[in-house]
């Protein structure tokens, strides 16, 4: 089965571009700026060129280009004047659309150009806080929305993860040759969305800090095959959605009964920690975000 969308209706154009619908209708009347075909049912819709058009019209006009100005031009002339604006760039409205332009069209060389180019600016902890976290919240309402399709949101979580393995590596120099690890990173059994958990492995190491990662679905049981290995070190995982081996409360106490036989901690960040009925106590840290945990590393 096809789930890569390639037509889109005006209302899937107004959630993407965020220009209102009657705007859109305007523009097509007044200035012929788009083509829509016709169904059937006589209801527009619109391909990627249209989309991609539009998205380029929306970031030159939010620079100042008049639209009149703008509908004169050819295609070609539109995506020069859009690579001329991102030279110099690094503002988060001008990434977001180079980011979401890339998404939709399955273009993997400007997503990575495009944070090639803030790499060039700053850290790639400011990479990831300020545009990467942004551009995943937009990406989770445009999938609320049904805007974009699996496909689109897959396409650029690899991507993150291709640079976010690039950087760890990098990172991984400063750890110094037979360093214990301090830190052991999973995720819950079950549980596949790892890049903020990745995300933390990069500040480990680029602290120096030796660390230990597991990924992704990793069965309880299984980590005792860790702590016969270390003792004193802090464990953390991510929980976005699961765990679904066990009830939550019971999952972690679980886990707790682990750490506490070898005098670890155990450090807890994601969206199920609010659901928890417990609090901080000797081995256990509850947090709300990666920034939290970023600042007591």
Not at 83 to 95: A, L, M, P, Y
Request: proline fraction near 3%; charge should be negative; hydrophobic fraction near 45%.
């Amino acid at each position: 089965m096809n789930n890569i969308k390639t037509v889109f209706s005006i209302g899937d154009l107004e959630g993407l571009s965020g220009v209102k619908a009657h705007t859109i209708r305007i523009w097509e009347k007044r200035y012929g700026l788009l083509s829509p075909e016709r169904s059937e049912n006589n209801l527009r819709y619109y391909g990627l060129d249209e989309l991609r058009k539009l998205l380029n019209v929306v970031l030159l006009t939010g620079y100042g280009v008049k639209i009149s100005k703008v509908a004169k031009m050819r295609t070609e002339e539109i995506e020069m004047m859009v690579g001329e604006i991102r030279v110099g760039r690094e503002d988060i409205k001008h990434t977001l659309h180079l980011f979401k332009l890339a998404m939709m069209t399955f273009d993997q060389p400007l997503f990575l150009d495009a944070t090639d180019h803030l790499l060039a600016k700053m850290p790639f902890e400011r990479v990831f806080n300020e545009y990467y976290i942004p551009f995943l919240q937009e990406i989770g309402l445009m999938w609320q929305a049904g805007t974009i399709q699996p496909a689109h949101e897959h396409f650029i979580s690899c991507l993150i993860r291709m640079v976010l393995i690039q950087q760890i590596s990098l990172c991984s120099r400063r750890v110094r040759k037979g360093t214990l690890p301090a830190y052991v990173l999973f995720l819950p059994f079950g549980e596949i969305h790892e890049l903020g958990l990745m995300f933390l492995q990069y500040l480990i190491t680029s602290y120096g800090h030796g660390c230990v990662y597991l990924g992704s679905s990793i069965p309880l049981d299984s980590l005792s095959e860790v702590t016969k290995l270390f003792r004193g070190v802090t464990f953390i995982t991510y929980m976005t959605v699961l765990p679904e081996e066990k009830p939550l409360d019971e999952y972690v106490e679980a886990l707790l009964e682990k750490v506490r036989d070898n005098h670890s901690q155990l450090w807890i960040v994601g969206r199920r920690v609010a659901e928890l009925a417990m609090d901080d106590r000797d081995s256990l840290t509850l947090f709300t975000t990666l920034q939290d945990i970023a600042a007591k590393l």
